[in-house]
Nanobody, 115 residues
Framework: QVQLVESGGGLVQAGGSLRLSCVASVSIFSINVMGWYRQAPGKQREFVASMTSGGISNYADSVKGRFTISRDNAKNTVYLQMNSLKPEDTAVYYC?????????WGQGTQVTVSA
Protein backbone atom coordinates (compact mmCIF):
# COMPACT_ATOMS: atom_id res chain seq x y z
CA GLN A 1 0.00 0.00 0.00
CA VAL A 2 1.52 3.30 -1.10
CA GLN A 3 1.44 6.03 1.51
CA LEU A 4 1.94 9.76 1.09
CA VAL A 5 2.64 11.89 4.15
CA GLU A 6 2.37 15.66 3.92
CA SER A 7 3.88 18.16 6.32
CA GLY A 8 4.73 21.85 6.53
CA GLY A 9 1.30 23.37 6.86
CA GLY A 10 0.44 25.96 9.44
CA LEU A 11 -0.79 29.47 10.13
CA VAL A 12 0.84 32.34 8.29
CA GLN A 13 0.02 35.98 7.65
CA ALA A 14 -0.89 37.20 4.20
CA GLY A 15 2.24 37.78 2.16
CA GLY A 16 4.13 35.07 3.98
CA SER A 17 5.58 31.79 2.78
CA LEU A 18 5.32 28.10 3.56
CA ARG A 19 6.94 25.01 2.10
CA LEU A 20 4.94 21.81 2.02
CA SER A 21 6.61 18.42 1.80
CA CYS A 22 5.19 15.09 0.73
CA VAL A 23 7.14 11.91 1.42
CA ALA A 24 6.15 8.73 -0.39
CA SER A 25 6.58 5.25 1.04
CA VAL A 26 7.82 4.03 -2.34
CA SER A 27 10.28 5.25 -4.92
CA ILE A 28 8.82 8.07 -6.99
CA PHE A 29 11.48 7.82 -9.67
CA SER A 30 9.19 6.06 -12.11
CA ILE A 31 5.97 7.82 -11.10
CA ASN A 32 5.05 10.01 -14.03
CA VAL A 33 2.91 12.68 -12.43
CA MET A 34 2.81 13.90 -8.87
CA GLY A 35 0.74 16.82 -7.81
CA TRP A 36 -0.72 19.04 -5.15
CA TYR A 37 -4.41 19.73 -4.71
CA ARG A 38 -6.35 21.72 -2.14
CA GLN A 39 -9.81 21.81 -0.64
CA ALA A 40 -11.25 24.83 1.11
CA PRO A 41 -14.25 24.52 3.45
CA GLY A 42 -17.46 24.06 1.50
CA LYS A 43 -15.63 23.76 -1.82
CA GLN A 44 -14.54 20.95 -4.08
CA ARG A 45 -10.98 19.75 -4.18
CA GLU A 46 -9.06 21.64 -6.84
CA PHE A 47 -5.82 21.27 -8.73
CA VAL A 48 -2.87 23.40 -7.58
CA ALA A 49 0.26 22.11 -9.30
CA SER A 50 1.82 19.02 -10.83
CA MET A 51 5.17 17.84 -12.08
CA THR A 52 6.10 15.00 -14.38
CA SER A 53 9.05 12.70 -13.93
CA GLY A 54 10.69 14.67 -16.73
CA GLY A 55 10.42 17.88 -14.78
CA ILE A 56 7.53 19.50 -16.63
CA SER A 57 5.39 21.51 -14.24
CA ASN A 58 1.87 22.80 -14.50
CA TYR A 59 0.04 25.28 -12.27
CA ALA A 60 -3.44 26.54 -11.64
CA ASP A 61 -3.84 30.12 -12.80
CA SER A 62 -4.57 31.23 -9.25
CA VAL A 63 -1.10 30.23 -8.03
CA LYS A 64 1.10 30.88 -11.06
CA GLY A 65 4.08 33.02 -10.18
CA ARG A 66 3.60 32.41 -6.45
CA PHE A 67 3.87 28.65 -5.97
CA THR A 68 6.64 26.32 -7.15
CA ILE A 69 6.46 22.54 -7.26
CA SER A 70 9.59 20.42 -7.18
CA ARG A 71 10.46 16.80 -6.64
CA ASP A 72 13.52 15.06 -5.22
CA ASN A 73 13.41 11.50 -6.49
CA ALA A 74 16.34 10.47 -4.30
CA LYS A 75 14.32 11.41 -1.21
CA ASN A 76 10.96 10.23 -2.58
CA THR A 77 9.70 13.72 -1.80
CA VAL A 78 7.63 16.34 -3.58
CA TYR A 79 7.62 19.94 -2.40
CA LEU A 80 5.34 22.92 -2.82
CA GLN A 81 6.95 26.28 -2.12
CA MET A 82 4.22 28.82 -1.52
CA ASN A 83 5.09 32.52 -1.54
CA SER A 84 2.99 35.67 -1.35
CA LEU A 85 0.23 33.73 0.34
CA LYS A 86 -3.28 35.13 0.31
CA PRO A 87 -6.26 34.43 2.60
CA GLU A 88 -7.94 32.66 -0.33
CA ASP A 89 -5.12 30.09 -0.29
CA THR A 90 -6.49 28.78 3.01
CA ALA A 91 -7.31 25.10 2.54
CA VAL A 92 -6.26 21.57 3.28
CA TYR A 93 -3.48 20.72 0.85
CA TYR A 94 -3.19 17.18 -0.47
CA CYS A 95 -0.32 15.48 -2.20
CA UNK A 96 -1.27 13.01 -4.91
CA UNK A 97 0.10 10.42 -7.25
CA UNK A 98 -1.81 11.05 -10.45
CA UNK A 99 -2.60 7.82 -12.26
CA UNK A 100 -4.46 7.38 -15.56
CA UNK A 101 -7.76 6.49 -13.91
CA UNK A 102 -7.42 7.39 -10.24
CA UNK A 103 -5.33 9.08 -7.58
CA UNK A 104 -3.40 8.10 -4.50
CA TRP A 105 -3.93 10.73 -1.83
CA GLY A 106 -2.11 11.77 1.27
CA GLN A 107 -3.94 12.71 4.46
CA GLY A 108 -3.59 16.44 3.87
CA THR A 109 -2.04 19.34 5.73
CA GLN A 110 -3.87 22.48 6.79
CA VAL A 111 -2.72 25.85 5.52
CA THR A 112 -4.35 28.92 7.04
CA VAL A 113 -3.54 32.41 5.81
CA SER A 114 -4.69 35.29 7.97
CA ALA A 115 -5.47 38.70 6.55
Amino acid sequence: QVQLVESGGGLVQAGGSLRLSCVASVSIFSINVMGWYRQAPGKQREFVASMTSGGISNYADSVKGRFTISRDNAKNTVYLQMNSLKPEDTAVYYCAIVLPINYVWGQGTQVTVSA
